[in-house]
């Protein structure tokens, strides 16, 4: 039988509360730049069987203009204050964000659904998903303390490539 992830509706039931996570929060303890109102209920034992993954969301397709792409994209964040940072051109986009989940299999799929599931409420460009990555924290950050890592997400934003 397969568990839900801790703090996830139960299937079927649409959205689910998302959070957002300070460039350089401290992931250890609670982080001051969420929104307590959006939290769930989170018992101790159910946080302490999750954790946080750094995920990269590749994406790419026919060509949109660069406004489109751009509105999209901050529609995205602005709907979904989780993301850290999006960059884009006409042809492919790069998304990246933390997500809570019990396990890299829990933070791959909810990833893999991010793109589909905002296309149209975001105004999102049709394009395909060709790329995922989801590391760790401690992986994450030993990446960037030895320098070949991506740098910690600042500017926070939209940005072209």
């Known amino acids: ?59 790419s397709g026919g060509e949109t203009p660069l406004k489109e792409v751009r509105r999209g994209l901050e529609q995205l964040a602005h709907d979904h204050p989780f993301l850290l940072t999006s960059r884009y051109a006409n042809d492919h986009a790069e998304v990246r964000y933390w997500e809570e989940a019990r396990d890299l299999h829990d933070a791959a799929a909810v990833a893999l659904r991010l793109w589909g599931e905002h296309r149209s409420s975001a105004g999102l460009p049709p394009w395909e998903i060709v790329g995922l990555e989801v590391i760790d924290r401690e992986t994450y950050h030993q990446r960037v303390a030895e320098g070949y890592g991506p740098p910690p997400a600042a500017p926070i934003g939209v940005h072209p490539y």
């Open 1 to 59: 039988m397969r568990r839900a992830r801790p703090g996830a509706p139960p299937r079927g039931t649409g959205s689910r509360a998302l959070t957002s996570v300070g460039a350089g929060a401290d992931f250890g303890g609670p982080s001051t730049d969420r929104n307590l109102e959006q939290e769930p209920v989170v018992t101790s034992e159910e946080r302490t069987r999750s954790k946080l993954w750094h995920i990269t969301l590749s994406v």
